[in-house]
């Protein structure tokens, strides 16, 4: 039987049946043509079009979130240091090299810059709505209580989000807040 199969083979291949036969079987000449390559690359580009600024929004809100949430537990650190020690403490901010820096330490520390700073996001910038002291500061009294200040933080490529911390109240009262689409009577939108 294996004999006669090779002689059929044999003949068919000389008379290049097989070769039909083989293209027909199992074409040489299979996978993508140009227009079908174009085709996926150009949906692929309308789909990475439509997402990435999406993205890109959520990624700077993540952010913003996080940095809001560590300057709130900042500033209640420095109010409970305050209240614990019965001294006047203090959160300071500043700007280094771009990126923004807080620190909690005694109000009576001679010089602020020896004490540990720590950054926030490099995406993240104080927004022109802060309202601190002048030197950058909130300082509660030995009784945890500060004057009504907020801190404002924005993304620093630009976008609307924005992320608040305020000090409510005299006694020391702090909330957290968002960007509002109106302003408020002194013209912030995030109150």
């Given amino acids: 039987m294996a004999i006669i199969k090779h002689i059929f083979l044999k003949q068919a291949y000389e008379s290049k049946e097989i070769d039909s036969y083989l293209r027909i079987k199992n074409p040489s000449s299979s996978g993508f043509t140009l227009l079908e390559v174009l085709v996926s690359i150009i949906i692929i580009g309308i789909l990475a079009a439509i997402t990435v600024p999406s993205w890109l929004g959520f990624v700077n809100t993540v952010r913003l979130n996080t940095a809001q949430q560590e300057v709130y537990l900042a500033i209640r650190q420095a109010q409970r240091q305050a ?5 006047t403490w203090q959160v ?6 771009g990126i923004v820096q807080w620190a909690v330490h005694p109000a009576t520390t001679a010089n602020p810059s020896d004490s540990t700073w720590n950054n926030l996001d490099p995406n993240v ?10 030197d950058g ?3 509660f009294n030995d009784r ?6 907020h801190i404002t933080l924005s993304n620093r490529n630009g976008g609307k989000a924005k992320r608040c911390v305020y000090i409510s109240t005299i006694l020391g009262a702090m909330r957290t807040a968002k960007e509002q ?11």
């Avoid at 300071?92 to 090299?97: L, M, P, T």
């Avoid at 945890?144 to 200040?149: E, F, R, S, T, V």
Wanted: proline content about 5%.
């Fill in 125 to 134: 910038r104080l927004d022109a709505e802060t309202n601190l002291q002048q």
């Fill in 83 to 87: 209240s614990t020690n019965k001294l």
């Fill in 137 to 139: 500061y909130i300082q």
């Fill in 181 to 191: 689409d109106t302003p408020d009577s002194d013209g912030d939108y995030c109150y």
């Fill in 144 to 149: 945890g209580q500060a004057p009504l200040q």
């Fill in 92 to 97: 300071s901010f500043r700007e280094q090299n």
